[in-house]
Structure formats: C-alpha cells, structure tokens
C-alpha cells in the first residue's frame, strides 16, 4: 500500500493472523431512536454495526455489535445514531 516500507504489509499481517477483523462486543447506550442495524462510528468514520438492543430495566440500552478491531485496540469513542456508545464488554 502507499506509504508503507517494503515489508510492512507481511509484518502486519502476521501480527494479526489467527485473530478475527471484526469482534463482537457489548455496547452500552443512554437511549437509541433507530431500530438496528445501525452503523457503529468512531471519529466520524463507519466502524461495524450496532445488531441488537435491549432496553435495561433501570434506564439506558444495552446492544451488541460487530466492531473493526482496530477500532477497538484505538480506544476511540463510539457513537450510534449520533449517541455516545461505550464499550462494556468484548465477547468475542
């Protein structure tokens, strides 16, 4: 790819052998409007796809969603239908 050293594909590759692209993980959301699936952003960029939700019996919603790993090792913040998404777990 442009800007990389002869290489550095081969490297990163095998860094991430054996390792999923994508993982699924738990999101934790105060509210959302749109029904899944909802495209999950980081940065203003498309990340994965919020899937499921159900809404918490004290408030807030809980969804699952399947995430770019890189996003994930980034620790940008997520963002659903313009809400604030964080990471609770990561199930996969």
């Not at 290489?7 to 509210?31: C, W």
């Not at 749109?34 to 499921?52: H, N, Q």
Request: include cysteine.
């Amino acid at each position: 790819g442009k800007g990389c050293y002869f290489g550095q594909e081969a490297v990163v590759m095998l860094e991430h052998r054996g390792k999923p692209p994508r993982r699924t993980v738990a999101l934790t959301l105060p509210s959302l409007e749109a029904a899944p699936p909802v495209p999950v952003f980081a940065g203003g960029r498309e990340v994965g796809t919020l899937t499921s939700v159900v809404t918490r019996p004290g408030g807030g919603v809980l969804g699952l969603a399947r995430l770019k790993r890189k996003v994930l090792e980034a620790d940008a913040p997520l963002e659903v239908g313009g809400t604030p998404a964080a990471v609770e777990t990561i199930l996969e």
